[in-house]
């Protein structure tokens, strides 16, 4: 059984930073893509980041290009996202979530998912 355990959500002013992590546990994930996703408030669940089991390859949606940098930490079991220059928009419940496959799928989809951490973008 895995279980992802999502930290470091918070309230931060509009242009300020927060790195989520996700620790893992259950079982190694050091051989699966794993990946970051969020749900604002009356709003659908949104892919964010993914990334490839060895790190090499990252994929992130437009909106949070060269503002988030998602990595990981195969000893650790651990996955972070880091975020800068936040925007009220990047306000939501941020999920991390794991593939059974190594490389991140084409539809980003994901086999487990962590409960959450909500971050709160203030303007």
């Known amino acids: 059984q895995v279980q992802l355990v999502e930290s470091g959500g918070g309230l931060v002013q509009a242009g300020g930073s927060l790195r989520l992590s996700c620790a893992a546990s259950?079982?190694?994930?050091?051989?699966?893509?794993m990946g970051w996703f969020r749900q604002a408030p009356g709003k659908e669940r949104e892919f964010v980041a993914a990334?490839?089991?060895?790190?090499?390859?990252?994929y992130y949606r437009d909106s949070v290009k060269g503002r988030f940098t998602i990595s990981r930490d195969n000893a650790k079991n651990t996955l972070y996202l880091q975020m800068n220059t936040l925007k009220p928009e990047d306000t939501g419940v941020y999920y991390c979530?794991?593939?059974?496959?190594?490389?991140?799928?084409?539809?980003?989809?994901?086999?487990?998912w962590g409960k959450g951490t909500l971050v709160t973008v203030s303007s």
């Open positions: 259950g079982r190694t994930l050091s051989t699966n893509a």
């Open positions: 979530a794991a593939s059974t496959t190594s490389s991140v799928r084409g539809d980003y989809g994901m086999d487990y």
């Open positions: 990334i490839s089991w060895t790190g090499a390859y990252t």
